[in-house]
Each structure stands twice: as structure tokens, then as C-alpha cells.
């Protein structure tokens, strides 16, 4: 008997059109959106090759370290490549400054270094940072050389001066690397709440399959509630079946963003599958609670979920990455006990952590809120009764 209704609760949720797209279609949709719509944001914020001027006078010419380190910055074949250098004068820098076609210009001069720029902004940031980066590390191998000449009386140990001023050079090479794809994406966490909305809208399937069987919403849950079967293992085979199409539903989606949108997950597949397990057990118990607690008709009731749903999502960062960081800052309770937002925290502390501590946080809150909306669902059931069927 158990795996007949089974097998008839997969035959009735598949036929369901609406189900299906809600489940299946829609995620995917609003995916290829996102997609379309963040990616001309994440290439603008990719640093690009930066364009400034440095003046070509005997005084930059004698200054060793940053005329190697310039070269090395602006090697096309270099790990380094960070910018694109125009040696020139000072009139000729002034004037490319003004048309903007460059974002800085550089002057050595009376051993003092002047840069020039016409706004604020991340490229003149950069160039800031590595002129006084490059600088500090100059000083440093010009104080070793004076100490050297000061304790040997002139007897300087060059070999050991030569292997000191080697990795003082290295270490000044620029240290930007370029991870605006990967690591500073602030596009990912509106894909981890994608997966969210797609685990939370299995509730719709498990609402659906209730309702089937619920002798006040349809004729069929009154047949049902007079028949021979028994109740446990009529709903236990319902809610297995819809967890099994709400499961199908996530892995296509998961794997469209992988192999179609070019998500990135991080390297740890195993656990993000096991979030996205925990995640559509949150959709399957809510949409269980929503559908024995509320007394209301179908549509109200996938109303009702809907707008939880979307709240929960809007929380969590779906409609503006910044919202999350907002209810954490100021209302975090809301954060804590919001499933959506645990799913896409669990997402993000696995890209952006090396530990799994605050994992592991979140999979126990997600398992500790499918527990109690069971309960509290089992719970409804068992007190329903009926005057007439």
C-alpha cells in the first residue's frame, strides 16, 4: 500500500502544470536573468590595466629599485602586468592628464616622488598604494646598506646585503591580484538565494499533496480519509514523494548554474549538495505547517506561502545584496531564525571560510526548523475532526 500511494502521489504532483513550472521552470528563469543582468556588473568592477605617465628625468633614471619594479609592473608577460607606462615629459604628462588618458603622472624630483591625478578613485587608490608600497621597501634596503657601513667600518658583507636587497625587490612587486571574478563576486550571494527560493518553493509541493488528501479541501481527501489506509503511512508516502520531485527540481537547477551560468560553489560539492538536501527538508515541513494550520482555501493558502516565501528570500539578499547585511546589523534574531538566510549564509561560509564551524551552524538550524514545523504540523493533524464528510 505504501508504495502505491507513493507512486500515485509522484503521478498526481508531475501532472500538476503549475507545480511543475514553480518547481522546475521558474528558478531557471529567474537564474538566466540574474545571469543577464549581473554580468555586465561584475566586468566593470574587474581591474583593469591601469594607464599613467612617468616623467624621464636623470632622477628616476638613478633610482634603481623603482625604475625595476616599473618594468616588471608593466611587462605584458609578467604575472605583474598592472600597468601601462608612458616615460615622457612633464608638459607631455600634464597634457595626457587633462584629456584623461591617463589616470596619474610620477615625478622624481629633489628625492621626493609627486603624484599627480585629476580625481579619486580605485586606479589612482592603486597607484597610491604601490608607489608607497615600493617606497617603504626602498627604505628599508637603504637603511640595511647605512647599517652595513656603519658596523663593518666600510668592510661591507655585499653577499649578504645583495641577498637581502633580492627579497626586499621581490617582495615590492605589486601585490594586486586580480580575484574580482572569483573571490570578491557580490553577485554570488543573489545565486545562493536563488537555490534558497528554489528549496523554500517546494513547500509548494508539499502543500499541494496535503491538500490532496485533506478530507475539507476535495472530494478525493474525503474518500481517502474514510478508506482502510493508514493515515502515517498515507502522508509519510506523500511527503516522501513530494520531496523526491522538490529534489529532482533543485539538482537541475543546480546543475543549469554550474554548467550553464558558470556558478562557482567552491571546491566543497559534498556539502553544498548536503545545504540543498537540508534547505528543500525547510520547504517540504513549511509548506506542510502552512497547509494543516491555515484554514483557508488552495489558492489563499498558496498565497499565503508565497508571500512567506518571498519575505524570506528578500531578507536573506535576493533583491539587494546589501539587505542581509542590514537585518544582520541591526535585527539579527530576524537572520537567525529566517531559513532562507541560513541556507544562503551556509552557502557563502563555505566560499568564503576556511572553517566549517559556521556550516555546520546553519545545516543544525535548518534541521531544528524542519523538526519543529513537522511537529507542529503532526500536531494539527491529529486535532482535526469533522462534523460531516
Not at 605583474?80 to 604628462?93: A, Q, V
Request: net charge neutral.
Amino acid at each position: 500500500m505504501f508504495l502505491h500511494n507513493l507512486k500515485y502521489s509522484l503521478k498526481t504532483l508531475f501532472r500538476s502544470k503549475a507545480l511543475i513550472f514553480w518547481t522546475f521552470a521558474f528558478p531557471i528563469i529567474l537564474g538566466t536573468f540574474f545571469k543577464m543582468a549581473f554580468s555586465d556588473i561584475e566586468n566593470s568592477e574587474k581591474l583593469d590595466i591601469i594607464n599613467i605617465a612617468v616623467i624621464n628625468n636623470e632622477e628616476f633614471n638613478n633610482d634603481i629599485v623603482f625604475k625595476n619594479t616599473f618594468k616588471e609592473l608593466s611587462d605584458k608577460n609578467s604575472e605583474n602586468y598592472m600597468f601601462d607606462i608612458k616615460y615622457t615629459t612633464l608638459e607631455e604628462s600634464k597634457k595626457l592628464l587633462e584629456e584623461e588618458k591617463i589616470t596619474a603622472y610620477i615625478l622624481f624630483k629633489d628625492n621626493n616622488i609627486d603624484m599627480s591625478i585629476n580625481k579619486n578613485g580605485i586606479n589612482e587608490t592603486v597607484t597610491k598604494y604601490v608607489i608607497d608600497e615600493v617606497q617603504s621597501k626602498k627604505t628599508i634596503l637603504t637603511n640595511i646598506i647605512t647599517k652595513e657601513l656603519e658596523n663593518n667600518n666600510y668592510e661591507v658583507d655585499y653577499t649578504e646585503i645583495v641577498n637581502l636587497a633580492n627579497g626586499i625587490m621581490n617582495n615590492s612587486k605589486a601585490k594586486f591580484i586580480d580575484k574580482s571574478r572569483s573571490n570578491l563576486s557580490y553577485t554570488m550571494i543573489e545565486y545562493y538565494t536563488l537555490i534558497a527560493m528554489a528549496c523554500l518553493y517546494g513547500s509548494m509541493l508539499s502543500m499541494y499533496i496535503i491538500n490532496y488528501i485533506l478530507p475539507n479541501m476535495n472530494s478525493v481527501g474525503k474518500r481517502v480519509s474514510i478508506s482502510a489506509a493508514y493515515k502515517s503511512s498515507l502522508i509519510t508516502s506523500c511527503l516522501i514523494a513530494s520531496y523526491i520531485v522538490q529534489i529532482i527540481g533543485i539538482a537541475i537547477l543546480f546543475l543549469y548554474t554550474i554548467f550553464v551560468l558558470k556558478v562557482d560553489y567552491g571546491n566543497h560539492i559534498g556539502k553544498v549538495i548536503l545545504l540543498m538536501l537540508a534547505g528543500s527538508l525547510v520547504g517540504l515541513s513549511l509548506g506542510v505547517s502552512v497547509s494543516t494550520i491555515i484554514k483557508t482555501n488552495e489558492n489563499a493558502k498558496t498565497g499565503i506561502l508565497v508571500a512567506i516565501t518571498m519575505i524570506m528570500c528578500f531578507l536573506s539578499g535576493m533583491m539587494g545584496i546589501t539587505m542581509k547585511y542590514i537585518i544582520d546589523k541591526n535585527a539579527k534574531i530576524l537572520n537567525i531564525i529566517n531559513p532562507a538566510n541560513m541556507i544562503t549564509d551556509g552557502f557563502y561560509s563555505l566560499y568564503y571560510y576556511d572553517t566549517f564551524n559556521r556550516y555546520y551552524f546553519n545545516i543544525i538550524s535548518l534541521i531544528i526548523f524542519s523538526i519543529l514545523m513537522i511537529l507542529i504540523s503532526y500536531s494539527g493533524l491529529r486535532r482535526q475532526k469533522y462534523d460531516s464528510i
